[in-house]
């Protein structure tokens, strides 16, 4: 399967700006998509194709893709960004689709 | 707003067939849009495991593709999903999701979620 590697942890002071990573070999050539999960809660999309945002997501959330590392950039973080993130791809060579395995944004 | 809630039985024995189903609500299933189902594990993380387009269409994935089979009944704007021969690997959270379309990959929204446990 297609290997995602995401840090396990990022944290961040309120105010300041988060960037979580997504590493893949040549990601820059497939759109990555961005997950926000909650302590018992579904995964909500924040980022689709690279850096697009679905309606009712702040414009603090955007997301850059390039070579062999995708990032997801939250911009003057939040306590209510306090979450699990998720990158994932769609890999048409293996047919199959592709989760990293989360980071933990703690906010300080 | 469309929602989408999974039923089926929390647990499931080793070998028995897990069948779970996701009622949609707020939207027409065979309007448009794909229907996905995803499962979670705190050792495995996030698994897609099988998409059915509105039309009909069905993608699994390869290391599943044996054992699941995705479905649609219309009439009642259902999504279901079979997985046969059940091991304890399959204990997991199965989320239904909607896909914005057959050539999109990328899920909104997500159901709540069950939880299967898959033993004796």
């Known amino acids: 399967s297609y290997v995602l590697t995401q840090p396990p942890s990022v944290s961040v002071a309120p105010g300041q700006t988060a960037r979580i990573t997504c590493g893949g070999n040549?990601?820059?050539?497939?759109?990555v998509h961005w997950y926000q999960q909650k302590p018992g809660q579904s995964p909500v999309v924040v980022i689709y194709d690279d850096n697009d945002r679905p309606s009712g997501i702040p414009e603090r959330f955007s997301g850059s893709n390039s070579v062999n590392t995708a990032t997801l950039t939250i911009s003057r973080v939040e306590a209510g960004d306090e979450a699990d993130y998720y990158c994932q791809v769609w890999d048409s060579g293996r047919d199959h689709y592709g989760f990293g395995d989360g980071t933990k944004l703690t906010v300080l | 707003q469309v929602q989408l809630q999974e039923s089926g039985p929390g647990l499931v024995r080793p070998s028995e067939t897990l069948s779970l189903t996701c009622t949609v609500s707020?939207?027409?299933?065979?309007?448009?849009?794909?229907w996905g189902w995803i499962r979670q594990t705190p050792g495995k993380g996030l698994e897609w495991i099988a998409t059915?387009?509105?039309?009909?269409?069905?993608w699994y994935d390869p290391s599943l593709k044996s054992r699941a089979t995705i479905s649609a009944n219309t009439s009642k704007n259902q999504v279901a999903l079979q997985l046969t021969s059940a091991t304890a690997s399959d204990t997991a959270v199965y989320y239904c999701?909607?896909?914005?379309?057959?050539?999109?990959?990328?899920?909104?929204?997500w159901g709540q979620g069950i939880l299967v446990t898959v033993s004796s």
């Open positions: 999701a909607r896909v914005p379309a057959w050539e999109l990959h990328w899920i909104d929204p």
């Open positions: 059915i387009s509105h039309t009909g269409s069905t």
């Open positions: 707020g939207f027409s299933i065979s309007t448009s849009h794909s």
């Open positions: 040549n990601i820059g050539s497939q759109s």
